[in-house]
C-alpha cells in the first residue's frame, strides 16, 4: 500500500514549505510524491498574499492539489472539503504516488482523514440563521446558542458567526449539537501523521513577522482587488484572518496599523488554539520545527512505510 504523510501544524511552523521537501526527497528517491492542500483557505483564487498560499515557484514543480479551486464569493464547506480531499488522494495513489497532505485546523484534518460524519443541512433553515446573524451580529447569536447548548457555546469563538449559524441550524434539525469529535479512528488507510511543534514565544513572533511580510507584500492592494470581485459577499472568504480586519479598514471601521495589530493577535490565538487540538491527537508523531535533516528522516519514514504488509 502506498503511505500516505500528514504534516500538520500550527500557523508559520513551517509545514508548508516542509511538505513540499519531503515531496522532492521522494521524487529523488524514485518514489513519486504530490501534495494537498487541506488549508481552508488556500481554496481561494487571489488569496494569495494573506493565506501564505505557496507560490508555484516554491512549489518548485511539485503538484499541488485543492489549491485555487473557488472564487471568493463561493462558500467552502468541511463536508465538501472531505470529498475533494479524498477523491485527490485516491487520483494520487492511483498515479503510484504518494499524498502530502499539509494544512489548516485540526477539524479540516480529522474531517479529511478520520471516520466522520456529517449532520444533515436544510437551506431554509440555514437562511433564517443566517438572516438574524446579519441583523443582530455574531456576539449576540453566540449569546443565543449558550441559552440553548452550553457545551456548544462553549466550542466557539463568540465571532465566528458562520460556525454558530451552523450550530443553530444542527440544533433546529437534530435537537442537538456535539461539539466532540468521533473517535480517533483513520478512514483513510495508510496514514502516516507528523506534526511540527514550536515554543510559543518562536511561534508568536513568527507570526508577527509574517503579518508585517504580508502587509510589505501588498495585502491591502490584495484585499481592495478582491473587494471589487465581491469578497465582501462571501460568507467564508470574508471572514478569512488579515481579510476581515483590512475590509474593516478599507470600511472605515479601523486604521490600518489596528488592522494590522488585530490581525497579529488573532492570528496568533488561533495558532495556540491549533496546536492545543492538535496536542490530542495520540497518532501524531511530532518534531521540532527547528530540527535539521527533518524532510530526509519523514521521506525515509514513508519510504518505510511503503515496503509489503506495512500500513495495511
Not at 181 to 190: A, D, N, R
Amino acid at each position: 500500500m502506498i503511505p500516505l504523510l500528514a504534516v500538520n501544524g500550527p500557523t508559520a511552523s513551517g509545514k508548508s514549505g516542509l511538505a513540499i521537501d519531503v515531496a522532492l526527497a521522494l521524487i529523488a528517491s524514485g518514489q513519486p510524491a504530490e501534495v494537498v492542500n487541506a488549508d481552508s483557505m488556500l481554496v481561494y483564487r487571489g488569496m494569495d498574499i494573506g493565506t501564505a498560499k505557496p507560490t508555484v515557484e516554491e512549489r518548485r514543480g511539485v503538484p499541488h492539489h485543492l489549491i485555487d479551486i473557488l472564487d471568493v464569493t463561493e462558500s467552502a464547506t468541511v463536508a465538501d472539503f472531505q470529498r475533494r480531499a479524498r477523491r485527490a488522494f485516491a487520483e494520487v495513489r492511483g498515479r503510484g504516488a504518494v499524498p502530502v497532505v499539509v494544512g489548516g485546523s485540526a477539524l479540516y484534518m480529522r474531517a479529511i482523514l478520520d471516520h466522520f460524519d456529517f449532520p444533515g443541512t436544510d437551506p431554509a433553515v440555514r437562511a433564517r440563521w443566517e438572516a438574524e446573524l446579519a441583523r443582530v451580529g455574531p456576539h449576540a447569536l453566540h449569546a443565543l446558542l449558550a441559552r440553548r447548548s452550553p457545551e456548544a457555546a462553549r466550542e466557539l469563538e463568540p465571532g465566528n458567526g458562520r460556525r454558530i449559524v451552523r450550530a443553530l441550524e444542527v440544533l433546529d434539525l437534530a435537537g442537538d449539537h456535539r461539539p466532540t469529535l468521533p473517535e480517533w479512528t483513520y478512514e483513510v488507510p495508510g496514514v502516516l501523521s507528523h506534526g511540527l511543534s514550536l515554543e510559543r514565544a518562536v511561534m508568536d513572533e513568527r507570526i508577527d513577522r509574517r503579518v508585517d511580510a504580508m502587509w510589505a507584500d501588498g495585502l491591502v492592494e490584495e484585499v481592495r482587488t478582491l473587494a471589487d470581485r465581491g469578497l465582501r459577499e462571501g460568507f467564508t472568504a470574508s471572514k478569512a484572518l488579515g481579510y476581515r480586519q483590512v475590509l474593516a479598514f478599507l470600511d472605515g471601521e479601523t486604521s490600518e496599523e489596528e488592522a494590522r495589530a488585530e490581525t497579529a493577535r488573532r492570528t496568533r490565538r488561533f495558532a495556540r488554539k491549533q496546536l492545543s487540538w492538535l496536542r490530542r491527537d495520540h497518532r501524531i508523531t511530532w518534531h521540532d520545527a527547528a530540527s535539521g535533516g527533518l524532510a530526509d528522516r519523514l521521506a525515509g519514514v514513508v519510504l518505510s512505510a511503503s515496503d509489503p504488509g506495512v500500513g495495511e
